[in-house]
């Protein structure tokens, strides 16, 4: 017999708890469709493929889409491998207004400059459908120990990675640039002496 955890990531994939909450309030409902921008190999996905989302997912990253491939095949075939593909966030191929739910988790932290940022905000605000949900995950400066300046918000992590790192009033201030609004206030998780990660939700 599979034991609890087994059978739980069978079901849920690696979904992030902020992001597994929207659709624990129905922010994110059957029938939506749902861009993950930056996908990976497809972790976020298991959830909205097993229920029926209409899924696509973008990565920079051959192998990840692959991967993503694979795990459509298997939970949602109907959907073809053209849902997945090779791709920058800052230049997307998606209609404008195309899509209901945009996930960015982990990926605008890597944002090369203030204009590689906001490139790849406005590209995922640009698809979004009005009403739309904007999920996104990204590291941040508030709380975090030891860093290096390197230029910009780009900062050297006490890890020793290079991260483009925001505050609460960049992001307020790029909502209201947007015209979005908050779904929920910024939160952000500090994880001891690593990096202090916050969750920024907007509707269009």
């Avoid at 996905?45 to 692959?66: H, M, T």
């Avoid at 966030?89 to 899509?99: A, G, K, M, R, Y």
């Avoid at 230029?151 to 307020?172: I, K, Q, T």
Wanted: charged share 25%.
């Amino acid at each position: 017999m599979t034991s609890l955890s087994a059978r739980l990531r069978d079901q849920f994939g690696e979904l992030d708890i902020h992001l597994f909450d929207q659709f624990l309030r129905c922010r994110i409902a059957e029938g939506m469709r749902l861009l993950d921008a930056g996908c990976g190999a497809g972790r976020k996905l298991v959830l909205p493929l097993r229920e029926g989302f209409d899924v696509q997912g973008i990565d920079e990253n051959a192998e990840a889409i692959a991967g993503v491939r694979r795990l459509a095949a298997r939970l949602a075939p109907s959907l073809g491998p053209g849902r997945f593909r090779v791709e920058r966030v800052d230049e997307l191929s998606l209609p404008d207004q195309s899509i209901d739910v945009v996930i960015s988790s982990a990926v605008l932290h890597f944002a090369r400059d203030d204009e590689h940022w906001r490139a790849m905000v406005h590209e995922m605000w640009r698809v979004l459908a009005p009403g739309g949900i904007l999920f996104v995950r990204l590291a941040m400066s508030l709380g975090q120990p030891g860093l290096q300046p390197l230029g910009g918000r780009r900062h050297l992590m006490p890890d020793g990675s290079a991260r483009y790192l925001v505050d609460a009033e960049c992001l307020l201030e790029t909502t209201a640039e947007l015209g979005g609004s908050l779904v929920d206030p910024i939160k952000c998780t500090i994880v001891h002496d690593l990096r202090s990660m916050g969750t920024w939700i907007l509707r269009k």
